[in-house]
């Protein structure tokens, strides 16, 4: 009886007989079901998709899995880390016990695995270094998966990502495993899980050298069999050895490691992490093409059928009457809900056309919407047409400058076609490249300094789980898909971290000299994590960030404003900022 699965599996539409809401989640599809619930597709407010397990009744109606549930996903809840799909909301006191974690546009390993076969050796062994690089983060707070196999890891496009840690040990507290029963899977726990001992984070690495095998061959390293004689078989590891020959001699390693029948004898989390990215000789986050095609196409497409489901969820409601009120209309096909509304009378004479309001579209929410559908969102804001990503909740500077919404920071910059006020329509700013304008005192720079543009507005939005944000300062440009690439980009920013991908630094002025001199004397830690931008430790309204950009020029960002994604309590924030940049003198 394991903890649930599914969390990044395919979306199947709801019965008759199941639930339409859950606890103000309106539940939209079935992603999957385990030996502890169902799991369902939900969403936020916000339309971010979340991934809802109702826990099965049986469960339900034990004081002592109540409460261990509470423990256990409280504890979960501060599991911060790359490669974990964080757990967002629960509630264990209702009559039917759920939680909700963040949804990964992902495949599980074991489907990976069924259907298109082993994973070539180099990607095995990055996954597996990303895993124990998770399992890191998650033996830190305290915490022990308990359960970790094949279909609580999934394969996403920005990598794999681990579910369910810590859940499954409230299970174990329940009259079903008190009568005989056991939380696990068989095929992937560890001797002294098998044997009944106290499980450590040990417990964990064994299980990832028993993935690691599978993952990268086909081949359980204790043969093939039931999962009760694989079981037995485990248990007796310090007896009988598993037989590891035929495995490649750079897994072989590994595994004699991870497999020890001594718990104290295995590589930590940290240790094994290292040996794989050796091993596989790529960078441990370098994603760009790390699953094979097929298997990539279908992560890709598991993705958009999200992305369309959420977008038909946000597609608004023809304009209503003043008086009127939208009643929802359930059918029997939770996937096709349309609201209601009596149809406002026609006037004799149709009014004259009137253009509607610039009103921002919510593709920070709605992340890689398909072309079709991003094009029709996207329609009523032509005049910024960078715009592809954020909400009016991160368009305002806070400075009565740069008002946009989620822009790609200040439409038209660099092709001369969308010049500022303050300059002509060459594009060069009235005056000397010295005179400042707006006010701004970042222009009152030596005339060695060429100021190519000044104050363009830029918005970067709080990532998504599974989405990777990409700037470049140079154009200036941001792209929620990630798509600008590492030779042109500046700042990549993930959930769980924000990445310099040049020297950047916190400058004390706004003069190009002086922010040079910051960019060469103190520069920024290249990561910034989770926990520091959530706290504003890290980034705070009125910082002046410098970075020499990809191209040589001078970029400087000066942060207007910081706001929370206002989701969760550990979402990480969005920044909105005005970029200056200036090309340096001739050597």
């Known amino acids: 009886m394991g903890s649930i699965t599914g969390t990044g599996g395919a979306l199947r539409p709801l019965t008759a007989q199941e639930p339409r809401e859950l606890a103000g989640y309106r539940l939209l599809a079935r992603i999957g079901e385990g030996g502890m619930g169902s799991v369902y597709l939900s969403r936020t407010r916000g339309n971010q998709p979340v991934a809802l397990k109702m826990i099965r009744r049986e469960y339900a109606g034990d004081s002592e899995f109540r409460r261990r549930f509470q423990q256990e996903v409280a504890a979960a809840q501060q599991v911060r880390g790359y490669h974990l799909v964080p757990v967002v909301d629960h509630d264990a006191d209702g009559e039917q016990p759920w939680l909700a974690s963040a949804y990964v546009p992902g495949i599980p390993l074991d489907e990976a695995l069924d259907e298109h076969g082993p994973l070539p050796l180099i990607t095995a062994l990055q996954l597996v270094g990303c895993v124990a690089r998770a399992l890191d983060a998650v033996h830190a707070a305290g915490v022990v998966h308990r359960d970790l196999k094949p279909g609580n890891i999934l394969l996403g496009a920005d990598g794999p990502w681990v579910i369910d840690f810590g859940i499954a040990r409230a299970a174990e507290a329940t009259r079903l495993t008190r009568s005989g029963g056991f939380i696990g899977t068989p095929q992937f726990m560890s001797p002294e899980h098998g044997n009944g001992a106290e499980l450590t984070p040990a417990t964990d690495v064994f299980s990832l050298g028993l993935i690691a095998a599978v993952a990268a061959t086909g081949r359980h390293p204790y043969g093939p069999g039931g999962g009760l004689t694989i079981a037995t078989q485990i248990a007796n590891t310090a007896q009988r050895p598993p037989d590891l020959t035929g495995y490649p001699d750079v897994l072989r390693t590994l595994l004699e490691r991870a497999l020890a029948a001594d718990p104290a004898a295995r590589p930590a989390p940290a240790e094994l992490a290292a040996l794989c990215e050796r091993a596989s000789g790529r960078a441990a986050r370098d994603f760009d093409g790390w699953l094979p095609a097929p298997l990539a196409a279908a992560v890709d497409e598991r993705g958009r059928a999200v992305r369309l489901l959420l977008a038909e969820e946000e597609t608004p409601p023809p304009p209503a009457p003043p008086a009127a009120t939208y009643v929802p209309t359930r059918t029997g096909d939770a996937l096709h809900h349309a609201p209601t509304q009596a149809a406002p009378p026609r006037p004799a004479t149709p009014p004259p056309a009137t253009p509607a309001p610039p009103t921002v579209p919510k593709a920070r929410k709605l992340r890689r919407v398909p072309l079709a559908i991003a094009a029709v969102a996207l329609a009523v804001v032509v005049g910024t ?203």
Not at 419 to 428: E, I, L, M, R
Not at 472 to 482: E, L
């Open 385 to 587: 047409a960078w715009s592809l990503y954020g909400d009016t909740g991160y368009g305002s500077s806070g400075s009565g400058s740069g008002s946009g919404s989620g822009t790609e920071a200040g439409a038209g910059a660099g092709d001369g076609k969308s010049p500022s006020a303050d300059s002509p329509a060459d594009g060069k700013p009235k005056g000397s490249s010295s005179a400042p304008t707006g006010g701004a005192t970042a222009t009152q720079a030596p005339k060695t300094y060429e100021l190519l543009f000044q104050d363009r507005p830029l918005t970067i939005s709080p990532p998504g789980t599974g989405v990777v944000i990409t700037v470049d300062m140079d154009v200036p440009k941001v792209d929620p898909r990630g798509e600008i690439g590492a030779d042109a980009d500046e700042i990549q920013y993930i959930y769980q971290y924000l990445t310099f991908r040049t020297p950047t630094a916190k400058s004390p002025g706004t003069t190009p000299e002086v922010c040079r001199q910051a960019v060469d004397s103190a520069p920024l830690p290249a990561e910034l994590s989770n926990d520091q931008l959530v706290k504003g430790e890290a980034l705070k309204k009125g910082d002046v960030l410098c970075t020499v950009t990809s191209e040589g020029n001078l970029a400087m960002l000066r942060l207007t404003d910081v706001r929370s994604s206002g989701e969760t309590f550990f979402d990480p924030p969005g920044y909105t900022g005005l970029l200056t940049v200036w090309k340096p003198p001739a050597a």
